[in-house]
């Protein structure tokens, strides 16, 4: 096998490989042989059709078929041999094949790119410190206690108030004919939690229970569904059923609801602090990565190999055509919007940019995946789970889902050897507002 290799622009390689036309010729001997030995044509008994039957007839495919397979296992050792590493499969395209002369092809690719770190001490960092208050911890159970509303009817005589649960029988029509999702009978919601549009709401508010009432409502300019938006109908409501919120009780039962099985109040609370302070580890962490993250992208101009910009954008074109169909914009591909590549390419540049850095980052720190990190990862997930072996035995079992997770710990361990380099500085703030993600404010953009 021979191999030349040519720089075409930036990344991209032209690779020509040449394979001597014995060896070509004896993979298609060896391929036809075996053809022969199964064939079984009319007029021939079976396994006794004469090679030049079977040449005549399966020939080209089969020349094709080797040609296929010696491209993609020669290519392989070629670039093995000549120590490259494609950033994207290659493209590959046969030059010559005939009977009688050497097989050539080409591959052409684009390789990673070669460059050096920065220096991370110059990277300047914010990172939020916060306390847990006992306040913080009185909020966090009050949430918790909404979660968990607990709703009695309301008597014959009451009327409909906000954030009371309905149960209602309605259909609407607009110009005097129905349209699709305008009627529902038994339909539960919540009154003021914008499930229903804002004036369906409204006629809610002081209807009495069993009142049937009639009533206009229009649809916002940008509601979901593109055929009604600005349009208004007319209802036909009738309320069957009034339920009101009560905020339940801090005893035994709610304890149990979220885990706590003894110890009571105190037991409770203790279990809310441990769980605020895992959240709060995690944002201050999280506020602490985002930095690095477009820090270290400042910090490197690198050529970033057009293959993996253009699969990182298709990736991000396909999560917005989920999201368009999840919320209305079609059930499928005819109906989705033909999104152009200029509206992702920004962001999936800096995805890959901030990729390859991380990658070099674990290259020269010679990082292998934290067995104990991966392990506690996997652990957490399965924990939401009601059976979590299950979960835990699937990924052990699973290389592609278990590389998922040992690539993130990977990236986490690139980050914390940044984050040793780097200038922290601590930045005192509140755990209300490093949940909000408000803890940095304009800190971070003036750095």
């Not at 591909?333 to 540049?349: I, N, V, Y």
């Not at 939401?384 to 052990?396: C, S």
């Amino acid at each position: 096998m021979k191999i030349s290799i040519e720089t075409t622009t930036g990344l991209e390689r032209r690779m020509t490989i040449l394979i001597p036309s014995e060896s070509f010729e004896e993979k298609i001997k060896e391929k036809l042989t075996r053809a022969s030995d199964q064939a079984n044509l009319p007029g021939f008994r079976p396994g006794k059709v004469p090679m030049r039957e079977i040449r005549r007839r399966y020939g080209a495919a089969v020349r094709a078929e080797v040609a296929g397979e010696l491209m993609q296992s020669s290519f392989i050792e070629a670039i093995q041999e000549e120590e490259l590493q494609p950033a994207g499969s290659p493209n590959l395209e046969v030059l010559k094949m005939d009977p009688g002369i050497d097989f050539e092809f080409t591959a052409v690719f684009e390789v990673f790119p070669s460059f050096r770190l920065g220096d991370f001490s110059d990277v300047s960092i914010k990172k939020p410190v916060a306390k847990i208050v006992e306040s913080d911890i009185e909020d966090a159970i009050d949430r918790l206690r909404k979660q968990k509303l607990e709703w009695d009817e309301v008597e014959a005589e009451g009327v409909c108030e906000e954030e009371d649960r309905v149960t209602v029988d309605f259909s609407g029509s607009i110009d005097e004919e129905e349209f699709e999702g305008g009627a529902g009978e038994d339909v539960v919601f919540v009154v003021g939690a914008k499930q229903m549009i804002e004036d369906f709401d409204q006629a809610l508010i002081g209807m009495a229970l069993k009142e049937e009432k009639s009533f206009d409502a229009k649809f916002p300019e940008d509601y979901q569904a593109e055929e009604l938006q600005g349009k208004t109908a007319v209802f036909q409501l009738t309320l069957k059923k009034l339920e009101r919120s009560r905020i339940p009780e801090l005893n035994e039962d709610f304890f149990k609801a979220f885990g706590v099985e003894e110890g009571g109040l105190d037991a409770f609370r203790t279990r809310v602090s441990e769980n605020m302070g895992s959240e709060l580890d995690a944002a201050c962490a999280n506020e602490v990565k985002k930095q690095i993250i477009d820090k270290i992208n400042e910090l490197h101009e690198i050529q970033l190999p057009q293959v993996m910009v253009k699969s990182e954008i298709d990736v991000m074109k396909q999560q917005m055509l989920q999201q368009f169909q999840m919320y209305g914009g079609g059930g499928n591909d005819s109906s989705a919007p033909d999104l152009p590549d200029d509206m992702f390419k920004e962001e999936a540049e800096k995805r890959v940019s901030v990729g390859l850095i991380m990658r070099q980052i674990v290259s020269e720190g010679d990082m292998q995946p934290d067995s104990e990190k991966v392990k506690s990862k996997i652990e957490e997930i399965a924990s939401q789970y009601p059976e979590p072996e299950k979960v835990i035995n699937f990924y052990y079992g699973n290389h592609e889902q278990l590389r998922q997770i040992e690539n993130s710990i990977l990236e986490d361990q690139a980050i914390d050897s940044v984050v040793e380099k780097a200038n922290i500085v601590e930045l005192e703030t509140t755990y209300e507002d490093v949940m909000a993600g408000r803890a940095l404010g304009s800190e971070v953009e003036e750095n």
